[in-house]
């Protein structure tokens, strides 16, 4: 008699068709380990549907069978969430197939997508009818517009357009029950009751599946300036920052803080690297960008950098001259957790504090660590403008990975004790995934998580999506 799992990949195949459906060793290895290589997962099967009625046949066959989902797209997660348990009950559903562009509509401003379209195909299709989607991270070739959503990420132009969630006026989702709801819709304002898509935005994929999304566009950038600075401090980082704010707030579309010890991490590991400013302990990232052709961006980012040197805000920079130079200033930025992937075992501590605080947890937090690790390097960088750093440690020169990574946990604890002081979140823009989980009751428990927990026994009462994601002991 063929087992639960024989018998479910049976009417997967059935449903889905040759090639659609794996269950080898092989076949799945890339869809059960995370980015990080944290996680390793243990799937009953990988499906790989391309239609939504597709989507909503795997949802229902999974369900009569008991069987969890753990939803997948670009697998760029930083917290394990898209990795299934070592169990070998889930079934890992990538969006990777679902790839159309619907539609875009220049009179509304609005893209119709499907989510398993990688964000930098979603710009690229924005681009090409004269339009800007304002979502940018380092991820971006491979991260899907699902998964995007199901984390509400953030990155680089959070400070000028906002979060992923600002972006969304529609979403289709496959609900527990394999109900696709359709709420594709375009509108600007809409105050129907419940704002039902934001539940799914953000949710890491333990409420539903995200199949399609309209989200929001703005007009084609016409002109780019941008600089590379060195700073004495983080604070006159943030001097930097407020005074760009007074002379260009509406074009300043990224500001990226890097430590001296993660550029020189960058530098060491990232072949074709030259930093075009002198060596110093922070660096900052601006980009400035305009839709209008008459605006005086390089003029405008030239006086203000005089005036920060004049007032000793910064020590040097760069002007990009060309598309070509301003785009080797975001490579140094892009590949950031690269190098620190590249330079051993790793601790991510992806955290929020007030944008004025980010200083005191710079400093504090690398006192504190330096104390507890003797030796490990403190690599934070991130987005200043939304005071959110990636505090990351990476461990000391040619120590045992294993054995720092055992320590995890303690270090976390002291950057994250740091973090609340401040009234700070433990989760900025990564979410909680697998890795986080244990954090939540201490900081979001009592009504929050009661909250939280009644909307997902509503929406998927038999536990079926993603087990073990950001509620603990799930
Ligand atoms: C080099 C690098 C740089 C990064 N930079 C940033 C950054 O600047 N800002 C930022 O916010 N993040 C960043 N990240 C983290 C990561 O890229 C984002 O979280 C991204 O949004 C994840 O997209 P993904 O398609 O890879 O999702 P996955 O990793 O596949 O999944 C992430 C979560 O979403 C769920 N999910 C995926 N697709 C769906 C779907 N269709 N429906 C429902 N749930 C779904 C999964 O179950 C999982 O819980 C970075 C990661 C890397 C590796």
Redesign the pocket.
Same mark, same amino acid.
């Given at each position: 008699m063929a087992s639960v799992s024989e018998g479910l990949a049976a009417h997967l195949l059935a449903a889905l068709g040759d090639g659609a459906v794996l269950t080898g060793p092989y076949d799945m290895a890339g869809y059960a380990v995370d980015?990080r290589g944290l996680y390793h997962g243990r799937p009953l099967a990988v499906v790989r549907p391309s239609t939504v009625a597709q989507v909503a046949d795997v949802v229902r066959l999974c369900a009569g069978a008991g069987a969890p989902i753990?939803?997948?797209?670009?697998? #760029?997660?930083?917290v394990g969430?898209?990795t299934p348990s070592q169990a070998g009950s889930a079934v890992v559903l990538s969006?990777e197939r679902l790839r159309t562009v619907r539609a875009v509509d220049p009179v509304e401003m609005t893209m119709t997508v499907e989510?398993g379209l990688t964000l930098l195909q979603a710009q690229e299709a924005a681009e090409a009818a004269g339009m800007l989607l304002p979502l940018s991270?380092? %991820?971006e070739g %491979?991260?899907?517009i699902?998964? &995007?959503?199901? #984390?509400n990420?953030?990155? /680089?132009n959070t400070l000028r357009f906002g979060n992923a969630r600002d972006l969304v006026l529609g979403l289709e989702v496959v609900l527990a029950d394999g109900a696709v709801w359709d709420g594709l819709r375009h509108l600007h304002k809409d105050n129907t009751g419940y704002c039902l898509r934001q539940l799914?935005v953000g %949710?890491?994929?333990t409420l539903?599946?995200? #199949?399609a999304a309209v989200l929001r566009l703005q007009p084609g950038v016409t002109a780019r300036a941008a600089a590379f600075c060195a700073l004495p401090s983080a604070e006159a980082a943030l001097a930097l920052l407020g005074r760009l704010r007074l002379r260009a707030a509406a074009a300043l579309h990224a500001f990226e803080y890097m430590s001296g010890g993660s550029v020189a991490l960058v530098l060491r590991h990232i072949e074709g690297t030259h930093l075009p400013v002198g060596a110093a302990d922070h660096y900052v990232l601006i980009d400035l960008g305009t839709s209008a052709p008459a605006d005086p961006l390089e003029a405008t980012l030239e006086e203000t950098l005089a005036e920060a040197l004049e007032a000793g805000e910064i020590a040097d920079a760069a002007l990009s001259r060309s598309e070509a130079q301003r785009l080797a200033f975001w490579h140094l930025r892009e590949e950031h957790?690269?190098a620190q992937k590249r330079a051993g075992a790793s601790i991510k501590n992806d955290v929020s504090v007030p944008v004025s605080l980010v200083p005191v947890l710079l400093r504090e937090a690398a006192a504190l660590c330096a104390v507890a690790a003797p030796g490990l390097r403190v690599v934070p960088f991130g *987005?200043l403008g939304d005071g959110n750093i990636h505090f990351n440690l990476v461990q000391p020169e040619g120590a045992d990975p294993a054995a720092f990574l055992a320590r995890a946990d303690a270090l976390m604890a002291i950057v994250n004790g740091v973090v609340k002081d401040l009234g700070g979140s433990f989760s900025a823009? *990564?979410?909680v995934?697998r890795l986080k989980t244990g954090l939540m009751e201490e900081w979001r428990g009592g009504v929050e998580l009661r909250l939280m927990r009644g909307i997902k026994a509503a929406l998927d009462p038999s536990g079926l999506f /993603?087990p073990g &994601?950001i509620f603990p002991g799930r």
């Open positions: 980015w753990v939803p997948q797209g670009g697998n #760029t997660s930083m969430g898209a969006l989510a991270i380092s %991820s %491979s991260a899907q699902g998964g &995007v959503l199901a #984390t990420a953030g990155g /680089n799914f %949710s890491e994929g539903g599946i995200i #199949t957790a690269e *987005h823009e *990564h979410g995934g /993603n &994601v």
